[in-house]
C-alpha cells in the first residue's frame, strides 16, 4: 500500500472524446510523475509537476495536459483521444528536494479508446 | 537502442529455483529503482539503489555503477513470484527533473 490512490479504475472513451484522470499523491508529497504503459512496454514518462508547476515533460503532443493541486491531487487530461492513447496511466508521488529519489506509485488507470 | 535494456524478456522457473533478471544501461544515474507488475495491476517499487547490494526477504539487487549494470536475484522462488519485473533509472541530469526512464520489463513465470 503506497498512499496513492488514481481514479477511475477502468475508462472506456470513444476517439476524438476527451478524458480526465485523477491521482491522489501521498501526504506531503511535493512531486507528481505521469506515466503512460502501452500492453507489453515498459512505462513511458509523460510530464511531472513540482508545487503546482509542470516540471519536465516527455515525448508527448501539447493535447497531453496535466494540473496539480495544493491538497496533493493531480490530474491528467487528453483531448481528441486516439486509438493509440489505449493504455494503462500511472500516477506515482514523491517528495522533491529532501535527496530522496523514491517514487510511489498509484495502481493505475486503464484507458480503452474505441 | 533503448537507454535502459533488461534480460531476458521472458523467464520461466520451477518453484524453488534461484532467478537472475539484468539490467543494463547507457546514461549517467542518480538512481536505479526494481519494480514489480502484477498482470493489469500497478506498479510496486522493490528497490531503489545508487551503490552497492540490497536485500529485502528473498529479493536481492545488486548495482554496479561503472559497468552500467544491475541484477535482480530470487532466491527459492515462489509461484507468488510471477510478475513483470521493471528496471527503471533515475537520470543524472544535474536539474530537479526527476524522471524515471523505464526498461520493458521481464515476464517472470514461476510453475508450482
Known amino acids: 500500500e503506497t498512499g496513492v490512490t488514481q481514479s477511475p479504475t477502468h475508462l472506456i472513451k470513444t476517439r476524438g472524446q476527451q478524458v480526465t484522470l485523477r491521482c491522489s499523491s501521498q501526504s506531503g508529497h511535493n512531486t507528481v510523475s505521469w506515466y503512460q504503459q502501452a500492453l507489453g512496454q515498459g512505462p513511458q514518462f509523460i510530464f511531472q509537476y513540482y508545487r503546482e508547476e509542470e516540471n519536465g515533460r516527455g515525448n508527448f503532443p501539447p493535447r497531453f495536459s496535466g494540473l496539480q493541486f495544493p491538497n496533493y491531487s493531480s490530474e491528467l487530461n487528453v483531448n481528441a483521444l486516439e486509438l493509440d492513447d489505449s493504455a494503462l496511466y500511472l500516477c506515482?508521488?514523491?517528495?522533491?528536494?529532501?535527496?530522496?529519489?523514491?517514487?510511489?506509485f498509484g495502481p493505475g488507470t486503464r484507458l480503452t479508446v474505441t | 537502442k533503448n537507454e535502459v535494456e533488461q534480460s531476458p524478456q521472458n523467464l520461466t522457473a520451477q518453484e524453488g529455483e534461484f532467478i537472475t533478471i539484468n539490467c543494463s544501461y547507457s546514461v549517467g544515474i542518480s538512481a536505479l529503482h526494481w519494480l514489480q507488475q502484477h498482470p493489469g495491476g500497478g506498479i510496486v517499487s522493490l528497490f531503489m539503489?545508487?551503490?552497492g547490494k540490497k536485500k529485502h526477504g528473498r529479493l536481492i539487487a545488486t548495482i554496479n555503477i561503472q559497468e552500467k549494470h544491475s541484477s535482480l536475484h530470487i532466491t527459492a522462488s515462489h509461484p507468488r513470484d510471477s510478475a513483470v519485473y521493471i528496471c527503471?533509472?533515475?537520470?543524472?541530469?544535474?536539474?530537479?527533473?526527476?524522471?524515471?526512464?523505464f526498461g520493458k520489463g521481464t515476464l517472470l513465470t514461476v510453475n508450482p
Open positions: 506515482a508521488s514523491s517528495q522533491l528536494g529532501l535527496g530522496s529519489y523514491e517514487q510511489y
Open positions: 539503489l545508487s551503490s
Open positions: 527503471a533509472v533515475l537520470r543524472d541530469s544535474g536539474g530537479s527533473n526527476y524522471k524515471l526512464t
